[in-house]
T-cell receptor, first 118, second 117 residues
């Protein structure tokens, strides 16, 4: 168990550029989540995958955001035409969803990718 | 929609003392989970403790325990025998059990805990 890893740890970009982040979940975990955390706030849910299927998306996820999880393994989050308001920490989490209402489904977080849009 | 409120932006505790972090939440659901996560500076968030709403017994994990008051929608975290390594941002989080929303966590704004010598 090597934990959830995210790459890069830091990204600085100019407004209008596209950026892509990668998340590698814990190997046996079938569920993967993306959250966004701005300064002084708690993480806010963006989207959720079960295996390769994207099952839930937040209204925070505008058309400029897209997430994928091909083959149900790693995931990428792309932001097109970045804006200064996109500056935040992007957190990835994974869990083993065994099904059922009482499933533990504990989410394990990565260290995040800090995005700065200049 | 569920909301989670942490009214203490910062708390301070002396080493070896006890501190309680507050959390309240708002929901119309009767079945859910509550969590406390710890986020050390520049490090990943880790789970401290978890409470299932249908269980009346308060959860404990070593020096960490909760006071879960379902009717009052209150979920406080008590840290006993505080250590320097406990210094971090602590987040209270809510997760619904109902299908369709069973996965996402709703977080509070966090409480920064300082531990002094």
């Amino acid at each position: 168990d090597t934990g959830v890893s995210q790459d890069p740890r830091h990204k600085i970009t100019k407004r209008g550029q596209n950026v892509t982040f990668r998340c590698d979940p814990i190997s046996e975990h079938n569920r993967l989540y993306w959250y966004r955390q701005t300064l002084g706030q708690g993480p806010e849910f963006l989207t959720y995958f079960q295996n390769e299927a994207q099952l839930e998306k937040s209204r925070l996820l505008s058309d400029r955001f897209s997430a994928e999880r091909p083959k149900g393994s790693f995931s990428t989050l792309e932001i097109q035409r970045t804006e200064q308001g996109d500056s935040a920490m992007y957190l990835c989490a994974s869990s083993l969803g065994t099904g059922g209402r009482r499933a533990k489904n504990i989410q394990y977080f990565g260290a995040g990718t800090r995005l700065s849009v200049l | 929609a569920q909301t989670v409120t942490q009214s203490q932006p910062e708390m301070s505790v002396q080493e070896a003392e006890t501190v309680t972090l507050s959390c309240t939440y708002d929901t119309s659901e009767s079945d859910y989970y509550l969590f406390w996560y710890k986020q050390p500076p520049s490090r990943q968030m880790i789970l401290v403790i978890r409470q299932e709403a249908y269980k009346q017994q308060n959860a404990t994990e070593n020096r960490f325990s909760v006071n879960f008051q379902k009717a009052a929608k209150s979920f406080s975290l008590k840290i006993s025998d505080s250590q320097l390594g406990d210094a971090a941002m602590y987040f209270c989080a809510y997760r619904s059990v109902s299908s369709g929303t069973a996965s996402k966590l709703t977080f509070g704004t966090g409480t920064r805990l300082q531990v002094t010598l």
